[in-house]
């Protein structure tokens, strides 16, 4: 099953994602920040089929965590998720080529379905 990356400041969405992943069967990894995603992204390169990233976090949003990995990565599937109006992230996302969006406070099932569409592009 994919390996995903979960980002995101807030811990209870962290641990709410990561069992609702788990439960279906993903293999996941989570970081508090941006910053530490990228951290975790480098130190091991080509191992996550998927990024969920938060767009507001601290020292490094989804916008530049997405930015900095599509440079060097342009095929990695990243989905920003998110509490901002979507219109406003749809317009920067598609900016930056970001594959999905999920809207906070998300829908279980919708967000799994999203997930499994992206994947299996």
């Known amino acids: ?19 609702m992943l788990q439960d279906n069967g993903y293999e996941v ?10 951290i975790l992204f480098k130190k091991h390169p080509g191992e ?5 990233a ?5 020292y490094l949003d989804g916008f530049q965590f997405l930015k900095t990995v599509k440079k060097d990565h342009p095929d990695q599937l990243i989905i920003f998720l998110t509490s901002m ?3 406003v992230v749809e317009t920067i996302g598609k900016e930056y080529k970001v594959d999905g ?3 906070k406070p ?15 592009k």
């Open 54 to 58: 938060d767009v507001n976090m601290p």
């Open 101 to 103: 969006i999920i809207e």
């Open 1 to 19: 099953m994919a390996h995903i990356l979960v980002m995101d400041d807030q811990e209870s969405m962290r641990k709410i994602i990561s069992q």
């Open 29 to 38: 990894t989570t970081a508090v920040n941006g910053q530490e995603g990228l």
């Open 48 to 52: 996550f089929d998927l990024v969920l």
């Open 106 to 120: 998300f829908d279980q099932e919708a967000t799994l379905e999203t997930i499994k569409q992206i994947l299996n």
């Open 85 to 87: 109006e979507e219109d």
